[in-house]
């Protein structure tokens, strides 16, 4: 199984919502990562965890809260985003985080924030 | 990170041999090369790396030039489901960001039934 898995695939939330995204793979990887992706544009990095710990936070604005409840899963709570945040949410894992392994990404949670 | 130039588009006809290039002019001795393709509504996917030498799997190949200043991922016989945009990145096992993926702007890849 080579698979990571996203839910909901879309979501459409307001700015005053509080919404989560979540990331499941059981492929025993203890890295994973977000990404966010705006049409027409490369993925940009957001944050990493390694062996369930923030590895890497890119300075991104504390409306995004990570969390990573065990090794399987990581999910991205969103509080009081703004329409600018509309983007493809990836999520991907890897068995760790150094540049020998590969990164698995999920299909993206498609947001739009009205 | 050192930076990656490869050309915004290229086209090719199915079953026909692609070579997307990738300049890296500014890589250092321990940058590893990887390439990433994202096929349309879909999140991106490992295709291959290499430090030196030629690399070869059941995707791709890569070439990489022995001044390692550029690269070329070479996919033998292009099908439909290659076309995608294909993502040349450099890589750094030093440093505490080790684990980052930084994606260039790609090359957006046609294949012509």
């Known amino acids: 199984d080579t698979e990571v898995t996203q839910t909901p695939k879309h979501l459409v939330m307001g700015m005053t919502n509080k919404k989560s995204l979540k990331c499941e793979q059981h492929m025993g990887h203890r890295a994973m990562y977000w990404y966010k992706q705006k049409a027409k544009k490369p993925p940009e990095l957001m944050f990493v965890?390694?062996?369930?710990?923030?590895?890497i936070n890119e300075s991104v604005p504390s409306r995004f809260s990570p969390e990573c409840p065990n090794s399987s899963l990581l999910n991205l709570h969103l509080h009081a985003l703004q329409p600018e945040d509309s983007a493809l949410y990836l999520c991907a894992s890897s068995q760790g985080e150094g540049l020998r392994y590969e990164q698995y990404f999920g299909p993206g949670t498609r947001l739009t924030v009205t | 990170d050192a930076k990656t130039t490869q050309p915004n588009s290229m086209e090719s006809n199915e079953e026909e041999p692609v070579h997307l290039p990738c300049n890296h002019s500014?890589?250092?001795?321990?940058?590893?090369i990887h390439w990433y393709r994202q096929l349309p509504s879909q999140g991106p996917e490992y295709v291959i790396h290499g430090l030196t030498s030629n690399v070869n799997n059941r995707m791709a190949s890569l070439a990489i030039a022995e001044d390692r200043k550029s690269s070329t991922l070479i996919l033998h016989r292009a099908t439909l489901r290659d076309a995608a945009v294909y993502y040349c990145?450099?890589?750094?096992?030093?440093?505490?960001?080790?684990?980052?993926?930084?994606f260039g702007q790609g090359t957006i890849l046609t294949v012509h039934p």
């Open positions: 500014t890589i250092s001795g321990t940058d590893y």
């Open positions: 965890y390694s062996y369930e710990k923030l590895s």
């Open positions: 990145i450099l890589r750094d096992p030093g440093g505490t960001s080790y684990g980052k993926l930084t």
